[in-house]
């Protein structure tokens, strides 16, 4: 939960942000992301339609109305969002290419629309050819060992 909640340490939604939760798995980060921010719409996806269903009654069971989810490709999605986030669901370079025109291109929010990528180890190789984007490393906001090799990526566009 802790690891998911560290993308609201690089930013804090505005009021009707939309965000794509790519390969949400169990839920995460879209689950706590929506917790935490109540007035932002998220969509949480996965191709493995038992996590989904998972996920869904997780979010009926919180009240969550800004969830919505889908058993579905991230690549099959048609609509345009604010951000898209992850947690180290493939190699960078292949993630963004299921991204492309997925992402509006009119930003409301204090930094640029994007990526939003939670990925650990050494992505200077998978990154090589993202000279646009941020990393943070998660060892700054967070002491426990976990987060020791875990870090941010932001991709703006």
Do not use: C
């Amino acid at each position: 939960v802790l690891h998911s909640l560290a993308i609201a340490k690089f930013i804090s939604f505005k009021k009707d942000t939309k965000v794509l939760d790519v390969g949400t798995g169990g839920g995460f980060p879209g689950i706590p992301l929506a917790i935490l921010f109540p007035e932002t719409n998220f969509f949480l996806v996965d191709s493995i339609g038992k996590k989904i269903k998972v996920v869904n009654e997780v979010a009926i069971a919180l009240g969550l109305k800004n969830v919505r989810t889908a058993h579905t490709r991230a690549e099959e999605i048609k609509e345009q969002f604010d951000f898209i986030v992850s947690r180290a669901v493939t190699d960078f370079e292949e993630f963004t290419g299921w991204m492309r025109g997925k992402v509006i291109t009119n930003s409301f929010n204090e930094i640029k629309n994007g990526i939003i990528y939670l990925k650990g180890g050494d992505l200077s190789g998978e990154l090589k050819n993202f000279p646009a984007a941020k990393v943070i490393d998660l060892k700054n906001y967070f002491s426990e060992e976990f987060f020791e090799t875990k870090k941010l990526v932001y991709l703006p566009f």
